[in-house]
């Protein structure tokens, strides 16, 4: 049984939709972010950056993982899917992988801070990771011009980078005229797996939603 401490954000559904599309049994231990339980001492133990998600896998006596792309790597390795075991077709997930930790994952997430948190208006701060997020999605797009997925086979790397683009209307980043990244989410939504992971834990106002989580999973 893994447990799995997680809120509803793109890092959180990561992890989710990973655990169901590989059908793993998982308890959901739900983290109020703001409440402030990510900086709490008995969660800062399993992760010091207090960030969700965090795992803990009691079939290898309690092993813990934070960082959400270290959680699907796990997971993937644990399971022996979603990820080559070997050659270039391995080095293409990792290196999608990567693109999602170190460009759309950061740049989508000042887009949003400074889009719809930030206490004063930055338009240079808001025209500089919305233009540079839309690079980034013109970028997948290119990539997925002839190919169904991001690398050979659905992988790691498309749940990665899905969890973050699906929300793109919050960042306030159009997809417009980027046809085949379109036509990969829409690919992505029809997964049952990834649609069930992303209403783990269910967002505020969704809580009918636990109705259609995976068998396999319990909540707490």
């Known amino acids: 049984m893994i447990d799995l401490y997680t809120s509803p954000t793109p890092n959180g559904w990561k992890a989710a939709m990973a655990l169901e599309e590989l059908s793993l049994d998982y308890t959901v231990k739900n983290i109020d972010l703001a409440a402030g339980d990510q900086h709490k001492q008995n969660f800062l133990k399993m992760n010091p950056n207090g960030r969700i998600p965090v795992i803990v896998d009691h079939e290898e006596d309690g092993l813990v993982i934070f960082d959400s792309n270290a959680i699907l790597f796990y997971l993937a390795e644990k399971t022996g899917k979603l990820l080559p075991p070997e050659g270039i077709e391995r080095q293409e997930v990792m290196q999608w992988l990567m693109f999602q930790a170190s460009g759309i994952g950061p740049m989508?997430?000042?887009?949003?801070?400074?889009?719809?948190?930030?206490?004063?208006?930055?338009?240079?701060?808001r025209a500089r990771y919305h233009n540079e997020t839309r690079r980034l999605y013109e970028v997948l797009n290119t990539r997925l011009t002839a190919r169904t997925w991001l690398a050979k086979d659905f992988s790691i790397a498309d749940i990665s980078n899905w969890s973050w683009i699906r929300s793109h209307r919050w960042a306030r980043v159009p997809t417009d005229g980027l046809k085949e990244l379109e036509r990969w989410m829409e690919q992505m939504r029809a997964r049952p797996a990834c649609d069930r992971g992303l209403n783990i834990p269910p967002s505020p106002g969704r809580a009918d939603a636990v109705k259609s989580f995976g068998s396999a999973m319990t909540t707490t």
């Open 108 to 125: 989508q997430g000042q887009a949003v801070a400074f889009e719809r948190y930030f206490p004063k208006d930055v338009p240079d701060a």
